[in-house]
């Protein structure tokens, strides 16, 4: 099992910034693929980044050059900062960790969600 607590949405006016911190406990040596996934209202969840265990990354492209994913293995704690947000960017924020075996296919874990509100 693995448990993610998110923290730091809130509201901010466009061309602002913000971090969003996702704390990562539990089994923690059998996450494949940490992420961060928005929904905004009346919308499907969607990815916004992802960084694999080995370190890669990658982003939807409205984000690209904007957010930043990361991650502090010591911490065990995955970070999404937040550039030049725009209104659009308005959602409901969710960390995610996933698990992929062979067998049993892919697993995810969810955090109860963080909403970032950028006003223009």
């Known amino acids: 099992q693995v448990q993610l607590v998110e923290s730091g949405g809130g509201l901010v006016q466009a061309g602002g910034s913000l971090r969003l911190s996702c704390a990562v406990s539990?089994?923690?040596?059998?996450?494949?693929?940490l992420g961060w996934y928005r929904q905004a209202p009346g919308k499907q969840r969607e990815v916004v980044a992802i960084?694999?265990?080995?370190?890669?990354?990658n982003y939807r492209d409205s984000v690209k050059g904007r957010f930043t994913i990361s991650r502090d293995i010591v911490k065990n704690t995955v970070y999404l900062q937040m550039n030049s947000l725009k209104p659009e960017d308005t959602a409901v924020y969710y960390c995610?960790?996933?698990?992929?075996?062979?067998?049993?296919?892919?697993?995810?874990?969810w955090g109860q969600g963080t909403q970032v509100t950028v006003s223009s």
């Open positions: 960084i694999t265990i080995s370190g890669s990354t």
């Open positions: 539990g089994s923690i040596f059998s996450i494949d693929e």
């Open positions: 995610n960790a996933a698990t992929v075996r062979f067998y049993s296919g892919r697993r995810d874990y």
